[in-house]
């Protein structure tokens, strides 16, 4: 069965930081992948999504996410974080083609103090 | 409307009753998914409608859960004799339904509290 792992739970910075949150998953086929964000008292929200292509990925907000198909990895990233970037993040794979279900990460607690 | 709403957004109940889950998607998004998210984990899925039909129903856990959507909008979770278990937020997104590349949309979600 397809899984995603995410591999740090909590993470703390200062701003300015640079940020990188890993993504892995076990699926030999071809997958889409996703990168959701949950501020604070808000609904998830897409920061950004890889079909194919050119695996390095801009999203909203300054994020990027970088797809390796020989390690399985889909790794955010953010070269300098701010204290508004503290939120949940959640990393979801769904196999390629017309399949719908999403399969997620348990999720990476991001603190930034400012 | 302008995102996907839920309600009610918080519900409290007891070991076996029965509650009813809403989801009103965004306007003319054919597609429908629910899924749950318990305490500290990411969400899971539990069923995908593509208008007023299940499409995929695998991830609902038992034979407790059941959901419809039929006029092809708003879409209902039910959950019958309701166990501790079933304490989770309910989440669910809608997305335009015209193929595998979209961007799933989600709501606020319902926290289901069973006693």
């Known amino acids: 069965a397809q899984s995603v792992s995410q591999h740090n739970h909590h993470v703390i910075l200062s701003e300015a930081a640079s940020l990188e949150l890993g993504c892995n998953y076990s699926y030999g086929g071809t997958v889409n992948l996703f990168w959701y964000v949950q501020y604070p008292g808000q609904h998830l929200q897409l920061l950004l999504k890889y079909f194919s292509g050119d695996p390095l990925v801009k999203g909203i907000k300054g994020f990027e996410a970088e797809f390796i198909k020989s390690k399985f990895s889909f790794n955010l990233r953010k070269p300098s974080v701010q204290w508004s970037d503290t939120a949940e993040y959640f990393c979801?794979?769904?196999?390629?083609?017309?399949?719908?279900?999403?399969?997620w990460g348990l999720g990476t607690s991001l603190a930034v103090n400012p | 409307g302008a995102g996907v709403s839920q309600t009610p957004s918080n519900k409290v109940t007891e070991k076996g009753k029965y509650v009813e889950l809403r989801c009103d998607p965004i306007?003319?998004?054919?597609?429908l998914y629910w899924y749950r998210q318990s305490l500290g984990q990411g969400p899971e899925f539990l069923i995908y409608f593509q208008g007023t039909g299940a499409a995929d129903d695998s991830g609902l856990p038992n034979d407790r859960f059941f959901a419809v959507r039929p006029e092809g909008s708003v879409s209902t979770l039910k959950i019958q004799r309701t166990e501790r278990g079933d304490s989770a937020v309910y989440l669910c997104?809608?997305?335009?339904?015209?193929?595998?590349?979209?961007?799933?949309?989600f709501g606020p979600g319902t926290r289901l509290l069973v006693l």
């Open positions: 997104a809608s997305s335009l339904g015209q193929g595998g590349k979209e961007t799933q949309y």
């Open positions: 979801a794979v769904k196999r390629a083609g017309n399949n719908r279900k999403l399969i």
């Open positions: 306007s003319g998004h054919t597609a």
